[in-house]
């Protein structure tokens, strides 16, 4: 099953049942255009993979990690399907990133890799948008990858039976697809991410993981329209503006 999270007309807020043009919830059946389509889950933290594609690490002209790089995106870099996604201002060079996101179901800590799937309630789909003007020349990465909006999620939150093993993952901006690959190219799985990020911190329900960028990576500009899909999960859209 797929689940979304909307406002229905009546301004409350829901968790429903996806179907692609419409969702369901209590009996009634809501298109599109009717409701206001939210982020599928509310974290508390965006835990991110850097470098987690071989590919992506060589066209950015770096070393791939010997274990898994982390980074951190607060609640405020959340930004929805059908979100306007605003560019920090006077920044030369944003940049997407495709990514398959991991949202954890319960509070855990000191999750065994064997255990990890008892700990995911599911997948969505996420754009990391990182301003590489301050992201390359700054230790944290706060200006490059904390910004507000800088991590649209959704629609959906799929069921962990719906995604393949070697799902599809992909980025289209105005139609031309920028990134094309696969979560089989993974250099660190997702049951040791989530072994790896719980040795350290405590994930509560409705945090993400997100697991990192193929290689394509590249610019947003004012006015573009971004497509990610992960199959199995759906397609987050959203647009950018840049003021």
Request: aromatic share 4%.
């Amino acid at each position: 099953m797929h689940h979304a999270r909307f406002r229905d007309p009546a301004g409350a807020v829901r968790t429903g049942e996806w179907h692609g043009d419409s969702v369901s919830f209590g009996g009634e059946d809501y298109d599109l255009d009717e409701v206001e389509v939210l982020p599928p889950c509310e974290p508390s933290k965006i835990v991110c993979i850097g470098r987690n594609y071989a590919k992506h690490a060589e066209e950015r002209d770096e070393e791939v990690p010997d274990r898994p790089l982390l980074f951190l995106k607060p609640p405020n870099a959340v930004a929805g399907h059908g979100d306007t996604v605003t560019l920090p201002a006077g920044k030369e060079n944003v940049e997407h990133e495709a990514e398959l996101a991991v949202v954890i179901g319960e509070q855990c800590r000191n999750v065994a890799p064997e255990d990890a799937e008892d700990v995911i309630a599911g997948y969505t789909v996420m754009n990391d948008v990182s301003n590489r003007d301050d992201q390359d020349i700054e230790t944290n990465w706060v200006r490059g990858k904390a910004f507000d909006g800088s991590a649209p999620l959704g629609p959906v939150l799929a069921d962990p039976d719906h995604l393949p093993e070697d799902a599809s993952i992909s980025l289209r901006v105005n139609g031309e697809t920028r990134q094309d690959s696969s979560i089989e190219h993974l250099i660190f799985s997702i049951p040791d991410l989530v072994a790896e990020i719980t040795t350290y911190m405590t994930l509560e329900p409705g945090d993400v993981i997100s697991t990192g960028t193929p290689e394509g990576v590249g610019p947003l500009e004012d006015g573009d329209t971004v497509e990610v899909e992960v199959e199995g999960v759906g397609v987050l859209e959203h647009d950018v503006r840049q003021d």
